[in-house]
């Protein structure tokens, strides 16, 4: 380009002096090689200067290439620690629930085995407390056909019959009578 520009520079002059002169040619072309070796410099140096902005360039982009590699692998490494700690909470949660489940089905368990014994055991103090009226009404009907107020060291007191060496205190279970409970 600076070649045409100096073609145009040289037909512009040589239009202005009127022609050619062959001594002006001369002259011409003397400064025209002087040019030529400057603009191949100049050149020369727009080139290395070019070409050093180049290789800059691929360091920069081989720098930032770096950059978005590492960027992207520590991306992943955290998606994957993430999807194994999502994994491991999972799990944890999965054995919670199960662990939780059992727990309650055991307890479901105690309570209903409980519900029986209470249940057996208020059958038991139905069945007793039963035997104990039939017994008071026994007691009663032999000491009335009695009369006696002093019937085997029991006494009359206030229409009910009471023991001094307190068998009137305590309750009997079936076991020590020798009862089964009939269920």
């Known amino acids: 380009m600076i070649e045409k520009w100096e073609v145009v ?19 011409k072309q003397e400064h ?25 360039a691929n360091l920069e982009l081989e720098k930032e290439r770096m950059a978005s590699t590492t960027a992207a692998e520590e991306a992943m490494a955290m998606i994957l620690r993430l999807q194994n700690e999502k994994s491991v909470l999972e799990m944890e949660s999965q054995q919670h629930r199960r662990l939780t489940h059992e727990k309650q089905l055991h307890d479901q368990e105690v309570i209903q085995s409980l519900r029986w014994i209470v249940l057996k055991h208020e059958s038991e103090r ?9 017994c008071q009404q026994r007691l009663k009907i032999y000491i009335d056909d009695d009369d006696d107020d002093g019937v085997d060291g029991c006494e009359r007191i206030n229409g ?24």
């Open 160 to 183: 009910s019959l009471s023991c001094p060496d307190g068998l009137d205190e305590g309750l009997i279970s079936s076991l020590d009578l020798g009862l089964s409970p009939c269920w």
């Open 126 to 134: 139905s069945i007793l407390e039963d035997r104990l009226r039939l």
């Open 9 to 27: 520079n040289e037909t512009v002059n040589r239009k202005r002096n009127g022609g050619f002169d062959e001594e002006h040619d001369a002259d």
């Open 32 to 56: 025209y090689d002087e040019d030529e070796v400057f603009d191949v410099m100049t050149l020369r140096k727009l080139v290395k200067i070019e070409r050093q902005r180049a290789h800059d």
